[in-house]
């Protein structure tokens, strides 16, 4: 289980919480975001958030992006184990292709010798 102290405390209601405890992740937390198309945005990580932590999305919506991106960390620090990844590895895979560099902006001429 892994704690997270959030810098700012985020209240909904009468409730309020300071820090986060995600749960060692499991296949059955990871159905939180089987009904999402794009994985990588922001629902399906507060959908996966809310199953690891146990805390209402409601509640998660409302963390400062500061905070977010400790939470975002661990998330990929999940997706990584899931997929066999080392986080260098997930990292290099959701990197884009590097753009060539177009020689005439560069100032550099196409003809050759």
């Known amino acids: 289980m892994k704690k997270l102290t959030l810098n700012t405390p985020v209240s909904k209601g009468e409730r309020t919480i300071s820090e986060l405890k995600f749960?060692?992740?499991?296949?059955?937390?990871?159905?939180?975001?089987?009904?999402?198309?794009?994985?990588?945005?922001?629902?399906?990580?507060?959908?996966?958030?809310?199953?690891?932590?146990?805390?209402?999305v409601s509640i998660l919506g409302e963390v400062e992006p500061e905070d977010w991106v400790k939470v975002r960390e661990i998330l990929t620090e999940v997706y990584a184990r899931f997929m066999g990844l080392s986080l260098e590895e997930l990292q290099e895979a959701s990197d884009p292709p590097a753009q060539p560099e177009d020689s005439e902006a560069s100032g550099e001429s196409s003809t050759k010798p």
Not at 31 to 43: P, Q, R
Request: aromatic share 6%; proline share 3%.
């Open 23 to 56: 749960s060692d992740a499991k296949v059955r937390h990871m159905t939180a975001i089987d009904g999402f198309e794009d994985k990588n945005g922001y629902g399906a990580d507060l959908a996966l958030a809310s199953s690891l932590t146990g805390e209402p």
